[in-house]
């Protein structure tokens, strides 16, 4: 049994697991998905909550004894954001609910959430939302980042089609923030990131027709041949319809084994043909390189687009993010020659038709972004190679620094320098979100950004 006063709270939660008690280290891997930290740190107690009442318990204990507070909703973070040294780590996995009006056409949704379940659940009733690319990552940290998922090119960013959220504040007291009401704690909550100082525990929805039709289109070419293909990339991009979202991925190729730039693209639209047409450009193939196999079309439902962003877990996991307004052609050749050390690892070059912008809302800490993003992602299993595979993404990161104009706070490693969270936000935003914490917070309660 945990010994007091945790005793106490453990009276208040669906489950306690103290540091050094039995389960707890169990507890403390589970809710971590980057194996490479889920036993980087080590908080005071793990607590899991099913409900905001439990949530708020947890605060008013956490306040009147002195610690600190750090939620989790699924724990799909890169650095592991949720895992501090000392306080409490606030799971909120069992907060999972799924409230469907489709009258409305709106949700209710618990931060715990999985983008997959829910995108599965909402096409059973005709809708969607612009959830993560991958199945797995969870809405709470997702939303809070801001979240720029499938077909964002027509939706815009995850946040910008939330209308309130639910949360505990550092003085206990569960409130519903909107533009109308708690109008800055709104403000705050789409798009600080890791950094919020409050507790999620639910987003309120607007949700979008099921598209009628998506098409997706896929052909892959030998790293040596990037050169030849960067500028056909960068000018079928440019003639792409801007709702249409063009990935470049550096890997190994699934079935050669070398490493490979992989093109896909995925478009919605109102019927195949008009899906097919907005990606049209790419299918006239460079013909200054061969494709390493026969390029792919085929029309797809909304819900099997998770299958093509695999991110597998149970990985040590490095990664690193970066913004830019160059061409997908120009970024591809700036990094196409540096191999990495694991076969698992990937860069993922994310950009939209026309190099249009993803739509950010008018008002929210989600002040940077929306253009081509890089992704860096180290994946890899044995201890003994972290150091070489963060090494690579070191390197990543600095041959696309010339490129770069900001990061995304959802992905981008705020440890790696003390100038990585100015890089996330306007200077007005990061300003505003510094007076908001120190007005909600006051005491520091919840952690501020790793």
């Known amino acids: 049994m945990p010994a007091p006063p945790l005793a106490d709270l453990a009276r208040h939660v669906s489950a306690l697991h103290a540091h050094a008690a039995a389960g707890y280290d169990r507890a403390r891997e589970r809710v971590i998905w980057n194996k490479r930290l889920d036993k980087a740190r080590a908080p005071d107690a793990v607590v899991e909550c099913r409900s905001a009442e439990e949530v708020a318990a947890v605060v008013r204990f956490a306040a009147a004894n002195g610690l600190k507070v750090s939620p989790r909703g699924t724990g799909h973070h890169y650095e592991a954001a949720a895992l501090r040294e000392g306080g409490l780590l606030l799971d909120l996995g069992g907060i999972d609910f799924i ?10 949704v618990g931060a715990a959430v999985i983008g997959g379940p829910l995108s599965e659940r909402l096409a059973r009733q005709g809708l969607a939302f612009p959830v993560g690319h991958c199945v797995d990552v969870g809405l709470s940290g997702y939303v809070l980042a801001g979240g720029f998922g499938w077909n964002a090119g027509e939706w815009g960013a995850a946040c910008t089609n939330v209308t309130a959220v639910e949360m505990v504040t ?14 800055d704690l709104f403000w705050a909550a789409r798009g600080a990131g890791p950094g919020f100082f409050a507790a999620i525990t639910a987003y309120h929805l607007r949700l979008h027709p099921l598209p009628p039709a998506t098409f997706a289109w896929r052909a892959s070419f030998a790293v040596k041949d990037v050169p030849a293909i960067a500028d056909w990339l960068s000018t079928a991009t440019e003639a792409t319809h801007p709702t249409a979202e063009v990935g470049c991925f550096l890997l190994n190729h699934w079935d050669t084994h070398e490493p490979a730039a992989v093109i896909r693209v995925s478009c919605c639209a109102e019927s195949e043909e008009e899906a097919r047409e907005r990606i049209s450009p790419f299918f006239a193939l460079p013909t200054t390189a061969l494709s390493l196999d026969e390029a792919k079309s085929e029309p797809v439902a909304f819900t099997e687009l998770f299958k093509m962003s695999p991110m597998p877990s149970g990985e040590r996991v490095a990664a690193d993010h970066a913004w830019s307004d160059a061409t997908l052609g120009e970024l591809l050749l700036a990094i196409h020659d540096l191999p990495s050390p694991s076969t698992h690892s990937t860069v993922d070059l994310v950009g939209f038709g ?4 993803v739509a950010l809302p008018a008002d929210a800490a989600l002040s940077l972004g929306g253009g081509t993003g890089a992704g860096i992602y180290a994946l890899w299993d044995d201890p003994a190679d972290d150091e070489a595979n963060r090494a690579w993404v070191r390197r990543m ?4 620094a010339p490129l770069r104009s900001g990061r995304y706070v959802g992905e981008a490693d705020l440890t790696a320098g003390p100038d ?3 890089e996330c936000f306007t200077p007005q935003a990061l300003e505003r979100l510094r007076k908001l914490r120190a007005r909600h917070d006051p005491n520091g309660l919840f952690f501020a950004w790793p």
């Open 99 to 108: 409230e469907i009006d489709e009258a409305a056409g709106t949700a209710r």
């Open 170 to 183: 550092a003085a206990g007291e569960i409130v519903v923030a909107s533009e109308s009401d708690r109008p």
């Open 354 to 357: 026309g190099h249009s912008r």
């Open 397 to 400: 990161d600095e041959a696309l």
């Open 420 to 422: 990585r969270l100015a």
